[in-house]
């Protein structure tokens, strides 16, 4: 088992900027990647950026991109997302997401039910 527990969420203005981090715990030996998805109230759960822990790859949603980064501690027990510029419609709650398998093709990490664990999730709200 891995848990994953997010923080860094909160209320910030238009343009501001924002770091999450996503503490793991448990087998995290066995994560192949970590993703980060958001979820708008009245909006289904949709990819924001994701990182394979082996040859660090990284892939990021087209509205993010330029904005937000993804980065990973070496030993596997944190994650972080940057996040740049920030916009209202950047206003959701943010889950960090776990996988233990390698996907041949990075739009598998781009989907939700590619991941086993899940956190609990972290408001980001952002005024105009």
């Known amino acids: 088992q891995v848990r994953l527990v997010e923080s860094g969420g909160g209320l910030v203005r238009a343009g501001d900027s924002l770091r999450l981090s996503c503490a793991a715990s448990?087998?995290?030996?066995?994560?192949?990647?970590m993703g980060w998805f958001r979820q708008a109230p009245g909006k289904e759960r949709e990819f924001v950026a994701a990182?394979?822990?082996?040859?660090?790859?990284?892939f990021y949603a087209e509205s993010v991109k330029g904005r937000f980064t993804i980065a990973e501690d070496s030993n596997r027990n944190a994650g972080y997302l940057q996040m740049n510029n920030l916009s209202p419609e950047d206003t959701a709650v943010y889950f960090c997401?776990?996988?233990?398998?390698?996907?041949?093709?990075?739009?598998?990490?781009?989907?939700?039910?590619?991941?086993?664990?899940w956190g609990q999730g972290t408001q980001v709200t952002v005024s105009s």
């Open positions: 990182i394979t822990w082996r040859g660090k790859s990284t």
């Open positions: 997401a776990a996988t233990t398998l390698n996907y041949p093709h990075g739009n598998y990490y781009q989907t939700p039910g590619k991941y086993e664990y």
């Open positions: 448990g087998r995290t030996f066995t994560t192949a990647a």
